[in-house]
């Protein structure tokens, strides 16, 4: 495993792009795009203002950059530098901005949600959406690129309205049964729409994509619901999390729980339960010390557990809203193999669940909490930030804990996979590196 040198960033934001062959990071008002091959920048690019969110068009052509403080967006090509777009929205403000799936149109989406504006980079044409719902997730693309569903709240009840992106026509227009929409996800094979209640009614519902209401499932009543919502890769499983600590699996055939993943504080059994352990770095008496070589004052390492195992949990403040309790974090692998969840009570513990045989597979144990887990996008292997300077990587096979060299101190806030699963990006409060991955750990 190797390590890139650091570059700077501002706000966590830098992104690879779709192709894999670039690197975008912002550093306050200006975009560094750089080769990922060598590291070398390519382009420099200065925006009127701060940045405050950057994303790649599909086709790793163009580069958006929304400084939402002053309403603007702002467009860049790769192929001719010296062409870019200016977007103003004037009065109206902006609150978020993304690409259509075709990489040719830009939607933003006004202060307090009035509308969103759909506007082409081709023909400079502009259509107005009105209605959109401020929510969790209220806009979502199919796979494909086909259909966008969008949330709405229009005199005070929830509908869902899918367009056509090819020429952005309204295809479907229906009211849902939700008493506040919080999300709605298509499925990765465009086939079912998943929509969900607020955490105040468990309410989750499957629309086909001419609006037709397939199926409803609803756990329990009178308590907190749905925190969490995520699909399998195969569309074969729909995954649900929820305030009281579990995760339920619903299948596409009948739309029924099919199994139900509980978080228990203690484990005992033949589960596989990894305790992160953190001792002093020693020091070596042959090699003299030097004040520029990166050093690591601790060692990490993952430890076996004799069972049974407690898995510390902390109790929620009732007086708090968004309690931290319940599942939160989720992520199927690429191949729909396995499921991490993360459970916001015991936020130290990652849990592995294999679906081929709908049990436990393995808890990973952490000093510190959780921060994001990702998985590798070519094979079932996942990797972990817990906010230190340190990468977790776990597999079938095991896993390993790893100090990432720094002069001072680094600690890992995200990550990210590269497209071919050989490399991740590390990102820090203000700088960024990446990790290279030999062979041996492919």
């Excluded at 940045?51 to 580069?63: A, K, P, R, V």
């Amino acid at each position: 495993m190797n390590f890139s040198e650091f570059f700077k960033q501002t706000n966590q934001l830098c992104k690879l792009s779709p192709d894999g062959k670039y690197l975008a990071t912002c550093v306050q008002y200006r975009l560094v795009v750089r080769d990922l091959e060598t590291l070398q920048i390519l382009h420099l690019y200065t925006c009127l203002d701060q940045i405050s969110h950057m994303e790649w068009s599909s086709d790793s052509l163009f580069i958006l950059c929304a400084m939402y403080k002053r309403g603007l967006v702002q467009v860049w090509s790769l192929e001719q530098p010296d062409w870019h777009c200016k977007i103003d929205e004037g009065s109206i403000g902006l609150v978020a901005s993304r690409w259509s799936p075709d990489g040719r149109h830009i939607l933003n989406t006004t202060e307090f949600h009035l509308r969103i504006t759909v506007w082409s980079l081709c023909t400079k044409a502009v259509s107005y959406i009105k209605y959109p719902k401020a929510c969790h997730k209220g806009v979502d693309f199919s796979r494909d690129g086909s259909y966008m569903a969008l949330a709405e709240r229009r005199d005070c009840k929830d509908y869902v309205s899918v367009f056509v992106c090819d020429d952005w026509h309204l295809l479907r227009h229906f009211e849902t049964e939700t008493q506040d929409l919080s999300g709605l996800e298509w499925s990765p094979n465009g086939c079912v729409l998943a929509v969900w209640d607020s955490c105040l009614e468990y309410k989750v519902l499957l629309y086909s994509l001419d609006g037709r209401l397939l199926s409803t499932y609803s756990a329990y009543e009178w308590s907190l619901g749905i925190k969490s919502v995520t699909w399998s890769p195969s569309s074969q499983f729909l995954a649900i999390g929820s305030y009281d600590e579990k995760v339920r699996i619903l299948n596409h055939v009948t739309w029924k729980k099919v199994t139900q993943f509980d978080h228990p504080a203690s484990i005992n059994g033949s589960k596989t339960v990894y305790k992160e352990l953190v001792t002093p770095a020693p020091l070596s008496k042959d090699l003299p010390l030097r004040a520029s070589a990166p050093r690591c004052s601790t060692l990490t390492k993952y430890e076996v557990c004799t069972q049974p195992v407690h898995i510390s949990s902390v109790k929620p403040d009732p007086d708090r809203a968004n309690p931290k309790v319940g599942v939160s974090l989720m992520a199927f692998s690429s191949d729909s193999h396995f499921l991490a969840t993360r459970n916001d009570n015991m936020p130290t513990a990652v849990w592995v669940w294999d679906l081929n045989k709908m049990n436990l597979r393995a808890v990973l144990d952490h000093t510190a909490a959780v921060r994001c887990f990702q998985w590798d996008p070519q094979r079932p292997r996942l990797a972990i930030s817990t906010g230190h300077s340190k990468l977790h990587l776990w597999s079938p096979a095991g896993c390993v804990s790893v100090n990432v060299p720094h002069e001072g101190t680094f600690q890992v806030q995200s990550l990210v996979w590269h497209c071919s699963g050989e490399s991740l990006v590390l990102v820090g409060k203000e700088q960024l590196c990446l990790c290279f991955l030999d062979s041996q750990h492919q």
